[in-house]
């Protein structure tokens, strides 16, 4: 019982911001000054007459009211996946193509540097934590303190000068050699070789985070009662660890992975634009530079969609791991 | 706030001469409050090291502020050598005009502050005032209000600031207004869980049941227990607003009219300097970023530490 209904209501809350973020997507273009035509007069130097100008507007639906008319067609073009066709970074094709072309690798990268950071920041801040002020402790608490200060970029920067200038190991730029034309392992291999950087760079950056919310909330939970119990009932401190202390520690991890996302896609978009890796992050700092709205409105929608699906996988997560949510 | 220690709460303030008025005793006992939490602060190694390069920082700025600093013009630099290493006569080195690096990080810790400290005050106060709303009302006001802070979270800011800047223009209070307005949401769910707390305590109920009017209860009894959370919040949110900053202005977003530490490192990093190899661009101003927000983040936690009874009894 308790469980369906926490389903439904998380599934209820999701599809409800979702009409939200795309209400806020439709008017947000819309209500600023210029509409997509004369955008695309002033900045392409398009030499339309007004005839031509109106011709377009009716075209693309815009002499018809915002309200509900355009809005109608805005929501029926994006429940199926038209997202329109860019205007300048690749004239007339659809943005949805552009997308499918881009994503994996943006997934990819964000997916495996994401999971790295999570593992790595937790298992180093239960250790941390459970050997608190100890060396290790310290060493680790100083070197969080200060990725967690430092912007993405400016990590990858210096591992780009290192990589680049000083040691010659790695590939700086792009997400495959492009002369070379491998396949087979050697693709894969080179796919990596390329991917190393950013990945890191994303990994080092949030790995800080996840260290100090670890590290912190298994503090907390060592100075509960049933800590206490068990020590006393005479389980042995690896046991103690493992069973009891960890398995509540992460609860607050689980809310802050889901929070950090929308940071972390933010970050890959400057990530992907210093070791210029063709994904979805550099397509919409591409898109900024030439003002192709189309591709920046989609851009804009994929990002929040993909925090809201991962904030979904953590609220299950949550309800997975603590049966008290369920229940309330 | 209550005190917990007795010892502490008799600090050696001495009574003002002359009747006791409630202004008097109030004044008094907002004094013995700060005196008692500067010496539980000054007892933090972390936050008076954030304090010391905090204020190291705020003196280059408002050296900066008063003319001194060196020239950033590139018609006055053009005897300079270009893009030479540190040396004696340019400690941090020089830039592709032949500026200082030295003056240029100098001349950027002005906006790069002042950007991080408008947009954080607009953070708070939204963010207060939402945080405020949502927890003092019930029902249907606080699921609507918490509904937009929620949805307001799922929205990557930096998207969303891209987008804004596009449509908007380049324009420092543009930029300020992006990041105030992006980074409310964390506030107001804090703020939010305050409020519930404090609201269910025996003086604001007593208040009520005397006949308090609603912004009576919220502004003298609500609001001032909440206040050092809120504060403490707003200087971890000085550290997300000057990294926001930089951000931007890395990707290409920042006014063209005002130097800041982002902006430098865009230029160095558009010109090229990692494969000229000339890595004291990119690094004078990358350090101050990162100190910066050491500094802030380090304040934060101290102060944390000391108005937030749950962390404190550890």
């Not at chain 1, 202390?245 to 896609?265: C, E, G, K, Q």
Request: proline content about 5%; some cysteine.
């Amino acid at each position: 019982m308790g469980t369906q209904r926490y389903l439904l209501g998380k599934l209820a809350q999701v599809l409800l911001t979702l009409l939200f973020i795309l209400a806020f997507n439709f008017f947000l273009f819309r209500l600023m000054p210029g509409d997509p035509v004369t955008l695309l007069v002033r900045q392409a130097g398009a030499t339309l007459s007004a005839e031509q100008q109106d011709e377009l507007r009716a075209d693309l639906g815009l002499d018809k009211p915002m309200f509900p008319d355009q809005f109608l067609d805005y929501m029926g073009d994006t429940l199926t996946l038209n997202l329109g066709e860019s205007t300048i970074i690749d004239p007339g094709r659809p943005v949805t193509e552009i997308f499918v072309e881009r994503m994996g690798r943006s997934l990819i990268l964000l997916m495996t540097s994401t999971i790295a950071s999570i593992v790595l920041g937790m298992l180093m801040g239960i250790y941390g934590g459970w050997r608190r002020g100890g060396r290790f402790d310290n060493g680790s608490m100083v070197t969080s303190m200060i990725l967690y200060s430092m912007p993405e970029y400016v990590l990858g920067i210096i591992l780009l000068l290192l990589f680049s200038n000083v040691f010659q190991i790695f590939p700086t730029s792009g997400y495959i050699d492009q002369v070379a034309d491998y396949t087979g392992i050697a693709y894969v291999a080179d796919y990596v070789n390329h991917m190393m950087l950013p990945f890191w760079t994303l990994t080092l950056a949030y790995l800080g985070e996840f260290y100090l919310v670890m590290r912190s909330s298994l503090l907390d939970v060592m100075g509960e009662e049933f800590i206490t119990l068990a020590r006393a009932k005479g389980v042995r401190e690896k046991y103690v660890l493992r069973r009891h202390a960890v398995r509540n520690a992460m609860l607050p991890t689980v809310t802050l992975i889901a929070l950090s996302f929308a940071f972390v896609l933010g970050g890959a978009i400057t990530v992907e634009l210093v070791f210029t890796y063709p994904g979805v992050g550099l397509l919409s700092y591409d898109a900024l530079q030439n003002r192709d709205f189309p591709v920046l409105q989609g851009t804009f929608l994929f990002f929040t969609l993909a925090v809201l699906i991962a904030n979904l996988v953590a609220d299950l997560t949550y309800g997975y791991l603590d049966p008290r949510v369920r229940t309330a | 706030m209550t005190t917990t220690e007795p010892a502490l709460a008799d600090a050696p303030v001495a009574p003002p001469p002359g009747r006791l008025t409630p202004r008097k005793v109030r004044w008094l006992r907002r004094r013995r409050a700060l005196g008692r939490f500067w010496r539980q602060y000054r007892a933090s190694g972390m936050g008076m090291f954030g304090l010391v390069i905090l204020t190291f920082f705020i003196l280059m700025a408002i050296y900066s502020a008063l003319g001194y600093g060196g020239s950033t013009n590139p018609i006055e630099t053009l005897q300079n050598p270009t893009l030479e290493p540190p040396s004696l006569e340019f400690p941090l080195g020089t830039d592709n005009n032949g500026i200082s690096v030295l003056s240029l990080v100098i001349k950027g810790s002005k906006t790069s502050l002042l950007v991080g400290l408008i947009a954080s005050v607009i953070s708070m106060v939204v963010g207060t005032l939402i945080g405020m709303a949502a927890g003092y009302r019930t029902g249907w006001a606080d699921t609507i209000l918490m509904f937009i802070t929620n949805a307001f979270i799922v929205i990557p800011w930096l998207a969303l600031a891209i987008v804004l800047a596009a449509l908007l223009g380049q324009n420092l209070w543009i930029i300020i207004m992006i990041i105030g307005l992006t980074s409310w949401p964390g506030t107001a769910r804090l703020v939010r869980a305050q409020v519930l707390s404090v609201k269910e305590r025996t003086y604001v109920e007593r208040s009520r049941a005397l006949g308090g009017p609603g912004s009576h209860v919220v502004m003298k009894h609500i609001l001032p227990n909440v206040m050092p959370v809120i504060f403490a919040n707003t200087i971890l949110t000085i550290a997300i607003a000057i990294l926001s900053e930089s951000a931007l202005s890395f990707l290409g977003l920042g006014d063209p009219l005002n130097i800041t530490w982002g902006t430098v490192i865009d230029q160095a990093f558009s010109k090229g300097a990692i494969t000229i190899g000339a890595w004291w661009w990119l690094i004078a101003p990358s350090t101050c970023i990162v100190l910066v927000v050491l500094a802030s983040t380090m304040i934060g936690f101290a102060f944390d530490e000391i108005v937030n009874p749950r962390i404190r009894e550890r």
